[in-house]
């Protein structure tokens, strides 16, 4: 019983950490970090999960995708990898690029553009 209670304290904790969110910036920061700055708002692991802010590199902050948070991601709905460009060269080859454009071509084939 007093495992489970101490996993439970030390996992609030964890998700309770304060972390520093630059205005903008795409990641967060450990208030010793030397990029962060006066103009810097305070936030938790949890509000950087859901802002999709990824760690600094620097200052190597506590992971939340270590902590189970849900990272946010910028690709298309049901788009998980990338894929071979579904178009064809001038030659009548298919393209070799990869894209993860939700409808299959590159940047060079996209009938959107």
Same mark, same amino acid.
């Given at each position: 019983?007093?495992?489970i209670l101490f996993l439970l304290f030390f996992s609030l904790s964890l998700? &309770?950490?304060k972390v520093y969110k630059t205005p903008s910036g795409a990641k967060y920061h450990l208030g010793s @970090?030397?990029?962060v700055e006066?103009?810097?708002s305070e936030i938790t692991l949890k509000e950087a999960a859901?802002? %999709?802010l990824e760690p600094c590199k620097i200052c190597k902050p506590q992971n939340y995708t270590a902590l189970g948070f849900v990272q946010s991601t910028n690709t298309a709905q049901g788009q998980k990898e990338t894929t071979q @460009?579904?178009?064809?060269t001038k030659k009548g080859t298919r393209c070799k690029h990869m894209t993860s454009? &939700?409808? %299959?071509y @590159?940047?060079?084939h996209n009938p959107d553009k």
């Open positions: 019983m007093r495992y998700s &309770a950490q @970090c030397r990029m006066n103009v810097s859901e802002l %999709g @460009c579904k178009g064809t454009i &939700a409808n %299959g @590159c940047f060079q």
